[in-house]
């Protein structure tokens, strides 16, 4: 059995804080072990958030046979509002539902109140200065996506088998009011210079299966596979994890 000085000990103590961040004699990493535990939590909660909303487009598919168009219209074609209030009763608030005014545009007076208020699925724990009434998830819209745009009715998604069709995506850079008829398209997200923002180092897209990828600057090429599946050879249900 080895005996350890308590001089050695302290020897071996200052060597390991001297080399800092890289291997130490015991042949791992003494410092920089990973996110804090904090992060790590609220990004736990993020991902069961964002599973709880894709539970919801699926559970209003299998009612209505088809996901929810990204925007409500009214006679003449102008926007109501988001998908995000068609879905409420599939997310259990049914009563928030009931009580929204499907009749009007989101920011009238009828339904400013709730315009004011975000849904508990639709919270980002990750967003922590904005205004009540504010959400991070956005649909990724467009011609022949699942959510479908100009308020024309979405893809049957999970009836075509897609396994990982991208729906949502945490846009921290660009938060909106959850009730609002904003969404993004694959060029909006891609035109984008850095698909970093100042509160995430990467972009987190919900697909179909529930599963949550995160996509940096280095995967780009991956989440633009995703995306427009139709642009490449890749078949949409086979994309490699990033």
């Known amino acids: 059995m080895v005996r350890w000085s308590i001089p050695l000990l302290l020897v071996v103590f200052a060597s390991v804080l001297a080399f800092g961040c890289s291997d130490s004699i015991f042949s791992h990493k003494v410092c920089c072990a990973g996110p804090p535990a904090e992060l790590v939590s609220s990004e736990k909660q993020l991902h069961k958030r964002m599973a709880q909303i894709i539970q919801g487009l699926r559970a209003y598919h299998e009612e209505f046979g088809t996901l929810p168009p990204a925007y409500t219209t009214d006679e003449n074609g102008q926007p109501l509002t988001s998908w995000r209030v ?125 599963k949550v990828w995160q996509f940096t600057d280095a995967t780009r090429h991956t989440l633009e596979q995703l995306l427009r599946p139709e642009d490449n050879s890749t078949p949409e249900n086979t994309v490699e994890h990033p």
């Open 86 to 210: 068609l879905i409420l009763p599939q997310m259990g608030f049914q009563a928030i539902y009931d009580q929204y005014d499907q009749s009007q545009p989101w920011d009238s007076p009828a339904n400013q109140a709730w315009a004011n208020q975000t849904p508990a699925p639709y919270q980002d724990p990750l967003y922590t200065d904005g205004e009540p009434g504010w959400t991070t998830f956005v649909g990724i819209v467009g011609a022949g996506l699942p959510l479908g745009a100009n308020g024309s009715a979405g893809r049957s998604l999970w009836s075509d088998s897609l396994t990982n069709g991208a729906l949502l995506v945490e846009d921290l850079a660009q938060p909106v009011i959850w009730s609002q008829p904003v969404d993004r398209s694959p060029d909006e997200i891609l035109a984008r210079e850095s698909l970093r923002c100042e509160k995430a180092p990467y972009l987190n897209v919900g697909l179909a299966d529930e």
